[in-house]
T-cell receptor
Framework: DAGITQSPRHKVTETGTPVTLRCHQTENHRYMYWYRQDPGHGLRLIHYSYGVKDTDKGEVSDGYSVSRSKTEDFLLTLESATSSQTSVYFC???????????FGQGTRLTVV | TQLLEQSPQFLSIQEGENLTVYCNSSSVFSSLQWYRQEPGEGPVLLVTVVTGGEVKKLKRLTFQFGDARKDSSLHITAAQPGDTGLYLCAAHGAGSYQLTFGKGTKLSVIP
């Protein structure tokens, strides 16, 4: 299994609070992605990174920010959580463009 | 961002039946991937198709990439309950680092 760990695995938070999800890899892969998965919507890309300090927005980036200060860690921050951000969040890593993407186990986030 | 449309969205069949799911787009792709996801887990790669017209087989699963590299299909022969899951197609946009997924086909194989 690819060395990719998401933390926390589950979180319940209140509306308006900041939340940070962490994705940690031990594979030294260049590309890292954050997706959210909701019923009827499949996997939607939030943000991605193509190198340290190199990040860009995906299709559903509003309300989210990311940081990648070192190769192994990609952080997703919800600055002020809203109920619409209740979802399952997946991190993925990839060594090269077009190669296999390896996914973490997911983080189930509930905003109440 | 290119749109990947998958059909059908849901499929419930009896064990032993054959099925085909589709992934279509108006964009041309350099490659396209199929993933399978089980409940509570992240998606896992099944196959990558690269050449227009390419056919790849993985046991009872047959993957085809359209000649124009805009569409793909996944055919399962003699489906088994273990095939149950969410099947997702994914692709990179031209010159893009984004990896975009279709909405998936949720397959249930009834014993």
């Amino acid at each position: 299994d690819a060395g990719i760990t998401q933390s926390p695995r589950h979180k319940v938070t209140e509306t308006g609070t900041p939340v940070t999800l962490r994705c940690h890899q031990t594979e030294n892969h260049r590309y890292m992605y954050w997706y959210r998965q909701d019923p009827g919507h499949g996997l939607r890309l939030i943000h991605y990174s193509y190198g340290v300090k190199d990040t860009d927005k995906g299709e559903v980036s509003d309300g989210y920010s990311v940081s990648r200060s070192k190769t192994e860690d990609f952080l997703l921050t919800l600055e002020s959580a809203t109920s619409s951000q209740t979802s399952v969040y997946f991190c993925a890593i990839m060594p090269d463009r077009g190669a296999e993407a390896f996914f973490g186990q997911g983080t189930r986030l509930t905003v109440v | 961002t290119q749109l990947l449309e998958q059909s059908p969205q849901f499929l419930s069949i009896q064990e032993g039946e054959n099925l085909t799911v589709y992934c279509n787009s108006s964009s041309v792709f350099s490659s396209l991937q199929w993933y399978r996801q089980e409940p509570g887990e992240g998606p896992v790669l099944l196959v990558t198709v690269v050449t227009g017209g390419e056919v790849k087989k993985l046991k009872r699963l047959t993957f085809q990439f359209g000649d124009a590299r805009k569409d793909s299909s996944l055919h399962i022969t003699a489906a088994q309950p273990g095939d149950t899951g969410l099947y997702l197609c994914a692709a990179h946009g031209a010159g893009s680092y984004q990896l975009t997924f279709g909405k998936g086909t949720k397959l249930s194989v009834i014993p």
